[in-house]
C-alpha cells in the first residue's frame, strides 16, 4: 500500500466528497470543509463496509469536517491540521468573482507549503469556439459573467506562489447527477440547436484525474479533464432514454425556447466548443469512461445499486498507464 497522505479538500462539493470518499478507501487521512451553514450530515454520509475476513460491517472511515465560511468570517486553522500532502479547491468563486481561498487562506496556504496544490476550474474559461477545439495553450477569453470570475480565481491561484495545478473541467455527470432522474420525473428536455455539442466528464474520471496528477507531481500548469467525445446534449438523452426503456421528451427547437430560459441555462447554450484532453492522456492518465457510452452504463448500474466491472482501471489514478 502506498504511504499513508494527509490531503486537505476545500468546498467538498459532487466532484470534492468523491474524491474524498476514494481517498478513504485507499487508506489516507482527509481533512474536508464546509459552510457553517451546512448540515454536517450532507458532507459524509458513511457506508458500512464488509471486513474481508468476516461477515460483519464495519464503520467506514470518515474524514475530519471543520468549518470554511468566507461570508461569515470562519477560516480553519490550517496551522493546526496540517502539515498537508495535498490541497485541492473545489469552491467557486465568491461574490464580485472573488476567490474565497486565496482571499482568506492564502497566506496560510503559502505559510504551510503542501506539497501539491490543485484548482477545480472549468473550460468555459475557453470562451465561444463556434465547435472547434479547445486546448490548453488557447489564452481564455469567455464573456461569460460567471466564467470570467473564473479566469479571475485561476489568476490568483497561478500568482499565489503555490504552484499549484490548474483543472479545468466540462459538464460532470455521475451518481445522483444524471439524465435519469430527470426523465423518470418527466423534467427533461430535448432541446436542439444546430451545431451544438458539449464536453462533459464522469466524476470518477476528475477523481481519478486529481490522484494521478498528484502522484506524478504535475504542477504550476494547467490541465483539462474531459472524456473523448464532445457531442450534441440530444445523444445524451438518446442513449439515457434507450438504457430506460422509455420515450424521448417533445423535441424542442433552442430558438423557441431560449427567452424562457434561466441566466444559468442560457449561459450554457451560448458558447460553443470542443474539449481537447490531450495533455491529460499525454500525461499517462488512461480515462475510466472514454464516453459517456460507457460512463451512462456505470451510472445507471450504481444509481440501481447494481454491481458493476468497468473495462477499464479503477479511478484511484494508480492503475493507468
Known amino acids: 500500500m502506498a504511504e499513508r497522505q494527509r490531503w486537505l479538500v476545500l468546498g467538498g462539493g459532487y466532484c470534492g466528497m468523491r474524491l474524498v470518499d476514494r481517498l478513504l478507501d485507499l487508506g489516507h487521512e482527509v481533512v474536508v470543509t464546509h459552510r457553517a451553514s451546512t448540515d454536517q450530515r450532507t458532507i459524509h454520509q458513511p457506508a458500512a463496509t464488509a471486513d474481508r475476513n468476516t461477515s460483519s460491517p464495519r464503520p467506514r472511515p470518515q474524514p475530519q469536517v471543520v ?32 476567490d474565497p481561498v486565496q482571499d482568506r487562506l492564502g497566506v496560510a496556504l503559502r505559510r504551510s507549503a503542501p506539497p501539491w496544490v490543485g484548482y477545480l476550474s472549468t473550460s468555459g474559461v475557453y470562451g465561444d469556439l463556434q465547435g472547434d477545439w479547445a486546448d490548453e495553450s488557447l489564452p481564455p477569453r469567455s464573456r461569460v459573467p460567471r466564467s470570467r470570475h473564473r479566469i479571475g480565481c485561476e ?33 427533461a428536455r430535448l432541446i436542439h440547436k444546430p451545431g451544438q455539442v458539449f464536453s462533459r466528464v464522469h466524476v470518477d474520471d476528475v477523481v481519478g484525474a486529481v490522484l494521478w496528477c498528484q502522484r506524478h507531481g504535475y504542477r504550476d500548469t494547467v490541465v483539462n479533464v474531459c472524456d473523448a467525445l464532445p457531442c450534441p446534449s440530444s445523444e445524451l438523452l438518446g442513449l439515457a432514454v434507450h438504457l430506460l426503456g422509455c420515450k424521448l421528451p417533445p423535441y424542442e427547437r433552442y430558438q423557441d425556447v431560449k427567452t424562457a430560459m434561466g441566466s444559468m441555462a442560457q449561459s450554457f447554450w451560448l458558447e460553443n466548443r470542443r474539449v481537447s484532453n490531450r495533455r491529460l492522456l499525454s500525461w499517462g492518465y488512461v480515462l475510466r469512461y472514454p464516453t459517456y ?29
Open 67 to 98: 468549518v470554511f465560511d468566507s461570508a461569515q468570517g470562519i477560516d480553519p486553522d490550517l496551522g493546526a491540521l496540517g502539515p498537508f500532502t495535498a490541497v485541492l479547491s473545489t469552491i467557486p468563486p465568491g461574490e464580485a468573482g472573488v
Open 155 to 187: 489568476a490568483a491561484w497561478r500568482t499565489s506562489g503555490l504552484a499549484p495545478l490548474i483543472l479545468r473541467l466540462p459538464g460532470i455527470y455521475g451518481p445522483g447527477r444524471s439524465p435519469f432522474a430527470r426523465l423518470h420525473q418527466k423534467q
Open 293 to 321: 457510452r460507457e460512463g451512462f452504463v456505470a451510472t445507471l448500474a450504481e444509481e440501481r445499486g447494481e454491481a458493476f466491472n468497468p473495462v477499464h482501471h479503477r479511478a484511484d489514478g494508480l492503475l493507468a498507464g
